[in-house]
């Protein structure tokens, strides 16, 4: 999910925008599972890092995306949001790498 664009700005200064996997929810096997996530990713947009990651996303608010987990029978959901280099650095000084703290 890591892929680079770059972009130009209006006064000719070309920035990175770097898609990336900000969250991950491992929802269990349910009726309506995207019923069910809904109250998980609210209470992570809540968050400081929630919080800045919809304010500073770039273009469009961040998406997420449904995955059959086949291990556990259930799903995992990513939420996905494009952010400018700067402000992914300081979203990793801030809270660190999302990737290293998930098991």
């Given at each position: 999910m890591d892929k680079v664009r770059y972009q130009l700005t209006k006064d000719n200064q070309v920035i990175e925008i770097h898609k990336r996997v900000f969250h991950k929810i491992y929802m269990g096997d349910c009726e309506?599972?995207?019923?069910?996530?809904?109250?998980?990713?609210?209470?992570?947009?809540?968050t400081d890092a929630g919080k800045f990651v919809m304010e500073h996303a770039v273009k469009e608010s961040p998406t997420w995306h449904r995955h059959v987990d086949q291990i556990?029978?259930?799903y995992t959901y990513l939420i996905v949001a494009e952010m400018e280099s700067k402000k992914l650095a300081e979203f990793y000084l801030k809270w660190g790498d999302p990737k290293n703290t998930w098991k």
């Open positions: 309506d599972p995207d019923l069910m996530v809904a109250d998980p990713i609210w209470k992570w947009q809540q556990t029978y259930g």
